[in-house]
């Protein structure tokens, strides 16, 4: 488990520009069966590939003019019960951090996997899900 010290920033990247935190199993289930429409579901990390291109395509994604009605997070290697609930959503994907996923009335129909994201700048990732966006949102 990460000190929330080091965490504390990389969280700030993502709440500071409406992205909710879940910190516990109930949350993710709340967050995900409860809320109808889309979710942007985003496994935090503390990783360089979450820094240099995850975290930054989140805000250029959510930009976008369609977004989801819904953005949340979890950390990984910090709230370990969110993260473990969080991924069940993403079965049949391996668990992978970061990651984001796109879910509609809890159900997956986008994923990014940490590999589609390691050596990819932030604004092809934000591509990516607007794309994702102009499809399900």
């Known amino acids: ?3 929330e010290p080091l965490v504390a ?3 700030a990247e993502l709440t500071s520009i409406g992205v909710k935190e ?3 199993a109930d949350e993710v289930v709340e967050a995900i ?3 109808s429409g889309t979710t942007l579901l ?3 990390s503390v990783c360089g590939c979450a820094a240099g291109a995850a975290r ?3 805000k250029l994604a959510l930009a976008h003019p369609k977004k989801p009605d819904h953005a949340v997070t979890v950390f990984a290697g910090v709230d370990k019960d969110a993260v473990a609930k969080a991924r069940n959503y993403l079965l049949p ?3 992978s951090s970061p990651c984001i996923a796109l879910i509609k009335d809890g159900k997956l129909v986008h994923m990014i996997e940490r590999h589609h994201i390691e050596g990819r700048m932030a604004e092809q990732i934000a591509d990516n899900l607007k794309g ?3 499809q399900y949102c």
């Open 33 to 35: 069966e409860k809320n």
């Open 56 to 58: 930054p395509s989140i």
């Open 22 to 24: 879940l910190k516990t």
């Open 1 to 3: 488990m990460y000190p």
């Open 93 to 95: 994907f391996p668990p």
């Open 132 to 134: 994702a966006f102009d």
């Open 42 to 44: 985003v496994i935090n």
């Open 9 to 11: 920033p990389m969280r």
